[in-house]
T-cell receptor, first 110, second 114 residues
Framework: GENVEQHPSTLSVQEGDSAVIKCTYSDSASNYFPWYKQELGKGPQLIIDIRSNVGEKKDQRIAVTLNKTAKHFSLHITETQPEDSAVYFCAPYQGGKLIFGQGTELSVKP | EAQVTQNPRYLITVTGKKLTVTCSQNMNHEYMSWYRQDPGLGLRQIYYSMNVEVTDKGDVPEGYKVSRKEKRNFPLILESPSPNQTSLYFC?????????????FGEGSRLTVL
């Protein structure tokens, strides 16, 4: 089946600390792994994605790492800031569509 | 400005009263989709459309209808709404019909069915 598990469901960090969110998927044929950020009252927005031919991708303070053998990929946010507070969704491409995880509510305390 | 526009943003209705949530995109995208967001369940796909006059069921299509008569518009129709359709709805579009490109989301429509 097309199973996606995202952990943790909530995460609270101090400003300046790092945050890591993990997403586990079931389809070994998956080849596209995006992360979306949803700010309060808005729709989700793509922040970073990775394809299966690379293991890591970085864009300033955010990075995504992929472990295809273990079937999981993670979002890393370094030097967190209050504006990073949001709900984050992984959405691996499985079975011909994006399957969204349950979401992680990140709170960055100043 | 490139955007996906949904209306209404908020709606309270009663069981059985037909309603339509409109969605329009100005990016000339082929692919459009509707999702519902419920606490602890993430976003679940209701219907999607690869192009004009082509629509397909997603994971939770029961109780919903869609149409794609024009490329820019993809309305969501609830013929006889029920309380279990109370949810936050998002329309999204993408340039890649293979669904591996960036999805652009609207700002959401919060629906309450009494």
């Amino acid at each position: 089946g097309e199973n996606v598990e995202q952990h943790p469901s909530t995460l609270s960090v101090q400003e300046g600390d790092s945050a890591v969110i993990k997403c586990t998927y079931s389809d070994s044929a998956s080849n596209y792994f995006p992360w979306y950020k949803q700010e309060l009252g808005k729709g989700p927005q793509l922040i970073i994605d990775i394809r299966s031919n690379v293991g890591e991708k970085k864009d300033q303070r955010i990075a995504v790492t992929l472990n295809k053998t273990a079937k999981h990929f993670s979002l890393h946010i370094t030097e967190t800031q209050p504006e990073d507070s949001a709900v984050y969704f992984c959405a691996p491409y499985q079975g011909g569509k994006l399957i969204f995880g349950q979401g992680t509510e990140l709170s960055v305390k100043p | 400005e490139a955007q996906v526009t949904q209306n209404p943003r908020y709606l309270i209705t009663v069981t059985g009263k037909k309603l339509t949530v409109t969605c329009s995109q100005n990016m000339n995208h082929e692919y459009m989709s509707w999702y519902r967001q419920d606490p602890g369940l993430g976003l679940r796909q209701i219907y999607y459309s690869m192009n004009v006059e082509v629509t397909d069921k997603g994971d939770v299509p029961e109780g919903y209808k869609v149409s794609r008569k024009e490329k820019r518009n993809f309305p969501l129709i609830l013929e006889s709404p029920s309380p279990n359709q109370t949810s936050l709805y998002f329309c999204a579009s993408s340039v890649m019909t293979g669904n591996t490109g960036e999805l652009f989301f609207g700002e959401g429509s919060r629906l309450t069915v009494l």
